[in-house]
């Protein structure tokens, strides 16, 4: 069953805590992406790779970190310093480069207790 | 700064009645075009992309693009309960090289009555 999984569902973050979200995908995808979705906006770009080893920031960056050490995982972590976690994060891949097409996980909501 | 604009709505409409859903963007290279529908509390699902000026049919879905008025736009014909949601358009980024990025629209929220 192919596709794209993310865990967990929900996330709650205590202050000074980091926190990492799983993205796994078993579509043979080279490029993934992380966004970030508040309530009543659009998605927001964190970090993106196009392939192992190798990951770019996108628009919002500063307080996440990612890694790409097998094309089939993409986690990020919440950092200490993003400030105002609270979001719904959403994890994409694609064929990339020439191909825009990107198909999403399911996603995590992240809550700050 | 490039940017994809949507009406945020809601727009709504009587079930069996046309939807129309529009976007605007603003980098004329762009060329590739896409609406993902989002139920609530749900993730994206990508419903069509369209490439080429004109009208792309899949279903009860026309997807229409014109370049030369960097205009995108969805239309469902024969509305359904099940179709109220949030459509988000998406288009991709040009101007970073062949980064497969997309820079998406808020989303139009769409609520169909019975």
């Known amino acids: 069953d192919g596709g794209i999984t993310q865990s967990p569902k929900y996330l709650f973050r205590k202050e000074g805590q980091n926190v990492t979200l799983s993205c796994e995908q078993n579509?043979?995808?080279?490029?993934m992406y992380w966004y970030r979705q508040d309530p009543g906006q659009g998605l927001r770009l964190i970090y993106y790779s196009q392939i192992v080893n190798d990951f770019q920031k996108g628009d919002i960056a500063e307080g996440y970190s990612v890694s790409r050490e097998k094309k089939e995982s993409f986690p990020l972590t919440v950092t200490s310093a993003q400030k105002n976690p609270t979001a719904f994060y959403l994890c994409a891949s694609g064929a990339g480069w020439n191909e825009e097409t990107q198909y999403f996980g399911p996603g995590t909501r992240l809550l700050v207790l | 700064q490039k940017e994809v604009e949507q009406n945020s709505g809601p727009l709504s409409v009587p079930e069996g009645a046309i939807a129309s859903l529009n976007c605007t963007y603003s980098?004329?290279?762009?060329?590739?075009f896409f609406w993902y529908r989002q139920y609530s509390g749900k993730s994206p699902e990508l419903i069509m992309s369209?490439?080429?000026?004109g009208d792309k049919e899949d279903g009860r879905f026309t997807a229409q693009l014109n370049k030369a008025s960097q205009y995108v736009s969805l239309l469902i014909r024969d509305s359904q309960p099940s179709d109220s949601a949030t459509y988000l358009c998406?288009?991709?980024?040009?101007?970073?090289?062949?980064?497969?990025?997309?820079?998406f629209g808020q989303g139009t929220t769409l609520q169909v009555k019975p």
């Open positions: 980098d004329r290279v762009s060329q590739s």
């Open positions: 369209i490439y080429s000026n």
């Open positions: 998406a288009v991709n980024d040009r101007g970073s090289g062949n980064t497969g990025k997309l820079i």
């Open positions: 579509l043979n995808h080279d490029a």
